[in-house]
């Protein structure tokens, strides 16, 4: 599905990565996990082409490394950024409705009802709450909000940036069991998340990055079981 090749992003002089390769096998829901200033949410810009960047993308063996932001997107590559950016003075729906320029270009009934009723199906906190603006929501259902726009994209591959920050461990644990029902409809997913522990818990593969480069990768059970990552990342859980 997604394919990264020796891929660098700067800030000005400043390297940010530092030659990453990995992949993301079709069906697969992969992770990228490290401290805060790791390089993560800087990878998902780089494959976005929102920042200064070489190296290969490919995706589905089509080279998109040079191509622009729109046409990522058009190419269903969707990218949730971290901390929702959601539409605060529209609707719900209007929010939903947004989702859909990538592949639908305007506004109309019936060409995305059945993606609406989806959403709504999967999120039904979002279907209660239907009308009512984006800013007055909680930062819980903001995200569901943010998730569900990006489905609204038909996404071949979902990249989530940091979907459980700020947000309350019971709103977490709900919000995680929706990301695995996604992945189990056969949505692709590449996952940021500071939540090392249950990002391991919830994904196929996983990566482990530092100052810009890959330190670790292999499946995500294995990872989970590795005493090297349990003392870097789980804290506590390393004892128990």
Excluded at 48 to 68: F, H, M, P, R, T
Excluded at 87 to 93: H, I, R, T
Excluded at 96 to 122: C, P, Q, R, S
Excluded at 123 to 145: D, T, V
Aim: glycine share 10%.
């Amino acid at each position: 599905m997604l394919k990264i090749e020796n891929l660098h992003a700067y800030y000005g002089s400043i390297e940010a990565l530092k030659g990453i390769t990995l992949e993301v096998p079709d069906g697969k829901l992969c992770c990228i996990i490290g401290a805060n200033g790791a390089g993560k949410t800087t990878l998902l810009k780089a494959i976005s082409n929102v920042v200064q960047k070489n190296g290969k993308v490919l995706l589905d063996g089509k080279d998109i490394s040079n191509a622009s932001s729109r046409t990522i997107a058009r190419e269903h590559v969707i990218h949730v950024p971290e901390g929702r950016q959601v539409f605060p003075s529209m609707s719900v729906y209007h929010n939903l409705e947004m989702g859909t320029i990538n592949w639908h270009g305007f506004f109309g009934h019936g060409a995305y009802d059945k993606d609406i009723e989806n959403v709504y199906n999967l999120f039904p906190r979002l279907k209660e709450r239907n009308k009512q603006l984006a800013w007055s929501l909680s930062g819980g259902e903001q995200q569901m909000l943010a998730i569900g726009r990006g489905l609204m994209g038909r996404p071949k591959l979902l990249m989530l940036d940091e979907p459980s920050m700020g947000l309350a461990p019971l709103i977490v644990e709900e919000l995680f069991r929706k990301i695995v029902e996604i992945h189990q409809q056969g949505v692709p997913i590449l996952l940021i998340e500071q939540n090392a522990k249950l990002a391991l818990e919830v994904s196929d593969y996983a990566y482990i990055m530092e100052q810009g480069k890959i330190l670790m990768e292999g499946p995500s059970e294995k990872l989970r079981n590795d005493p090297r990552v349990a003392a870097a990342y789980f804290g506590e859980f390393a004892k128990k």
